[in-house]
């Protein structure tokens, strides 16, 4: 997660935090003494150039106007009809963002699809085996030893507003950081993942009967994070801290343009490699190719006849690398956005 909310971390961050909560082993590590000579300097953006490149992302967010309700899309063929919705993982309690067209496609679905699974108790067990033990330094090293000295001041301020020491993340990856910093931010913010589209839609998938199937598996979702160089891991982390309270603002504007069907917007503020916190790096792990891993699945499920609702971070859907533009381009018929007004 970054400072522009990262719309696929939430609820796998949710599950690490819910971990820790529990008085996990994780929780009760002591910190290690500081390795010598790992309190490096690097470059990156100027607080200054931070500071405004929010104001710049949000400013440009604003500017574009949506239809007034939550994007969703159509592809088909003669026996199979694919919706693809976008989606925010935590939302606050009581949105109404439901639509008629919405529900009905729902309803007629007779498979539901999400980006991965971390509801079931299968996945709890994967989160804890994959992101948990994929997000803990295992080289001896700690989280203070990696930071330089502004960069610890920065990111321990950050996690004590929150109510969680730096220490006690002091066994972590900067990444996995990153992502309890920005989702325990959203949550003490009022921000529940039960009330997350993921988790409403599940629900209802469950006691309805349908088939659920994913797009990635856990370790899959979790190398968009791992696999990024340290660099750029540790500048995602200091950008979240630094702008830590200016999070739920720019968090509740994201919001504000999903459940408007603001795609432009959407795409300003999470799909685009030259916005606000994002680099090349970042863009291309979270958003571009894990887009072009999910579009020749997609593809497949125009071979069985029937009805199928997929519902992945809005982020994914759009932007000039998104799902929606990756399908056309491969000549497929996509319409959309479709839209009507909230039920």
Known sequence: MNTRFDMNAGIAGLAFLLTVSAGSELAKTEAQPTPVGETVSRERLSDEQLIKGL??????????????????????????????????????????????????????AGTIVFETDTLSPKAQRAIAKEFVQRGMLSDGRTLKGILNKKEGAVVNTAFESVGVSLQRMNQ????????????????????????????????????????????????QQTDAFDLLPEKEQINILYG???????????????????????????AKLVANPNGFGSTEATYQSFLVNRNAAWVPQIEAMLDEPGSVFIAVGAGHLAGKDSVITMLRDRGHKVEGPLTAEVD
């Not at 949550?187 to 839609?201: F, K, L, Q, T, Y």
């Not at 979240?240 to 504007?253: G, R, Y």
């Open 240 to 266: 979240t801290a630094l702008l830590l309270d200016e999070s739920p603002q720019l968090f509740d504007i994201l919001v504000d343009e999903w459940a408007d069907g603001d795609v432009e917007g959407i």
């Open 55 to 108: 104001n710049d992302a949000l400013r440009d967010a604003r500017a574009s106007k949506g239809s007034g309700a939550p994007a969703m899309w159509r592809l088909a063929d003669d026996d199979t009809t694919i919706h693809l919705f976008g989606t925010v993982h935590l939302l606050r309690p009581g949105l109404e963002w439901r639509t008629g067209a919405i529900n009905q496609a729902i309803e007629e």
């Open 172 to 219: 972590v990856e900067p990444w996995m950081a990153s992502v309890n910093l920005g989702v325990l931010k959203m949550m003490n913010d009022g921000h529940d993942p039960r009330a997350g589209v993921e988790s409403v839609i599940a629900t209802e998938a469950k006691a309805a009967g349908k088939s659920v199937v994913y797009l990635e598996t856990l370790s």
